[in-house]
């Protein structure tokens, strides 16, 4: 079974390209799905939240947005949240893996925003990363999230550079036109990558995934 990660930049249409995906008919993966569930109410990470990070447990339930803007701002806090987090989204990413390969799937993608970040972009065969000119990135999550200017710096400085997660790829999307036009390349994309389908071992290492 070929495993293919999908990464990109923040508000560069990642979510777009897993859903042509889809269509396709090609098992996808969404770990922000994997990650919501891993701290939905009675899960055991909700409480570790709701312990060091009160204010962002409103009646039993994660305000994601109010977590997200208590982290942004701290490095340690961000590494404090993603230790509790990563190793359950890890092991349900593993699971589902298996769970595919039992019903003969021959190819499959997990969908990770940090995936070049933590590193566990190694574990899959390949990468695809999708990118866009940083104007657009500030553009979109602007007008997306209504996020002021200051805002905005802190989530792309949050990731990494483009070029870097760009440097690992084996596939890069630019999405900087419209949506017909980032569909179009999507399908070339996803026809390149599939070139070497026979070669299917792991680069290898890589930190928990997500």
Partial sequence: MLTVGLTGGIACGKSTVAEWIRRQGIPV???????????????????????????????GVLDRKKLGALVIVDP??????????HPRIAERTQQWLAAQAATGATVVVVEAALMVETGSYRRYNKLLVVSAPPTLQRQRLALREG?????????LTAQFPLAEKEAVADVVIVNDGSLAELEAHT????????TNPTETSPRGGGAPAQ
């Fill in 29 to 59: 993966l969404d770990l922000d799905q994997v990650a919501r569930q891993v701290v939905a109410p009675g899960e055991p990470a909700l409480a570790e939240i709701g312990a060091r990070w009160p204010e962002a447990v409103i009646d």
């Fill in 147 to 155: 996020y002021d200017p200051d805002t905005v710096e802190r989530w």
């Fill in 187 to 194: 399908k070339a994309a996803w026809a390149r990558l599939l």
């Fill in 76 to 85: 340690g806090a961000r590494r404090e949240l993603e230790a509790l987090t």
